[in-house]
């Protein structure tokens, strides 16, 4: 059994910060992309941003030069920095990874519970 856990959403003010991060544990033989993605109630879930293990990164438009990505392979950890928030920035906010359970096993995408991030003006 594979588990995401997200931490540190929460609520900040217009031009602050916050860092999420996400831990993948339980069964793990190989774990591939990871990124954060989120979602507006009645919008579509959207990619903010994705890191390959070997440490590329793609970030949607709306994010890039405010927030980071980064990873730790040892730790099975992905995190978000994110700087400059602004209110369009209010969201559920999930972590996503591409894990391969076991030799024998399909890799598969496995998503986190999500953490709410909420930016006030």
């Known amino acids: 059994q594979v588990q995401l856990v997200e931490s540190g959403g929460g609520l900040v003010q217009a031009g602050g910060s916050l860092r999420l991060s996400c831990a993948a544990s339980?069964?793990?033989?190989?774990?591939?992309?990871m990124g954060w993605y989120r979602q507006i109630p009645g919008n579509q879930r959207e990619l903010v941003a994705i890191?390959?293990?070997?440490?590329?990164?793609n970030y949607a438009d709306s994010v890039k030069g405010r927030f980071t990505i980064s990873r730790d392979n040892a730790k099975n950890t992905v995190h978000l920095q994110m700087n400059s928030l602004k209110p369009e920035d209010t969201a559920v906010y999930y972590c996503?990874?591409?894990?391969?359970?076991?030799?024998?096993?399909?890799?598969?995408?496995?998503w986190g519970q999500g953490t709410q991030v909420t930016v006030s003006s």
């Open positions: 996503n990874a591409e894990i391969q359970p076991s030799p024998d096993w399909a890799q598969k995408r496995y």
């Open positions: 339980g069964s793990i033989f190989r774990l591939n992309a």
């Open positions: 890191m390959s293990s070997s440490g590329s990164s």
